[in-house]
């Protein structure tokens, strides 16, 4: 391919040990200046602090591409020079992420009913060291839809599965959970949660 350029991170290391401290300097200033020598850009040029057991050390670039086989010549010379068994040569797919406002509302919205319930409960002191009731069966579908099926008569109920953002058939009024079903809403009234705010219990209406 000819034409335009690449952006590359390149890198080095020592960590077998295999050169003095002094060659290692050596081999990381020819490393940076033949990169520096034929760049077009240097974005960073990063090294490991002296005292980590380990040194390595790398720079990113932008290079034009005919230029860039050059330099890799250049660089499978000097790790020949060094006696390295490579140097990591690494073409990054730049993509650019536009600003966009953060979604603290939608946030909001999304932990609405789990936050009512817990309100409502706490506003009552409606609380107990344990959780009784039966456990839900949960039917996820292919959309991301999260849906409670067959609910029993008293239901425990985890405070995750009310902050999922895909539950649907499911609502809270004034002490009264509603969840639909194939036959329709069946109605629940709130009896407690637990101390830690995990779990909240529901009795079916008479």
């Not at 002296?50 to 050390?57: K, L, V, Y």
């Not at 406002?101 to 932990?111: E, G, K, M, Y």
């Not at 409670?148 to 953002?165: G, Q, S, T, W």
């Amino acid at each position: 391919m000819t034409g335009g350029t690449r952006t590359v991170y390149a890198s080095i290391g020592n960590s077998d040990d295999k050169l003095t401290q002094a060659r290692w300097a050596a081999f990381h200033d020819k490393f940076t200046a033949a990169v520096r020598g034929q760049a077009l850009q240097v974005y960073g040029d990063w090294s490991s602090p002296s005292t980590d057991p380990w040194q390595n050390a790398c720079i990113a670039f932008e290079i034009g591409y005919e230029t860039s086989e050059r330099l890799q010549r250049d660089l499978a010379e000097l790790a020949a020079e060094y006696d390295q068994d490579s140097i990591a040569w690494a073409e990054a797919d730049t993509k650019f992420i536009t600003p966009t406002a953060p979604a603290i509302a939608a946030d909001f919205t999304l932990n609405t009913l789990a936050d009512d319930i817990l309100d409502w409960m706490r506003e009552r002191n409606l609380y107990s060291d344990r959780a009784t009731g039966e456990t839900l069966t949960i039917e996820h579908g292919h959309d991301g839809t999260v849906r409670i099926v067959n609910p029993p008569d008293e239901a425990a109920i985890d405070v995750a599965l009310l902050r999922h953002h895909g539950l649907t058939g499911v609502a809270f009024d004034d002490g009264v959970l509603s969840i639909d079903t194939e036959t329709g809403p069946v109605r629940y009234e709130a009896l407690h949660a637990t101390d830690h705010g995990f779990t909240v219990v529901f009795r079916r209406e008479a």
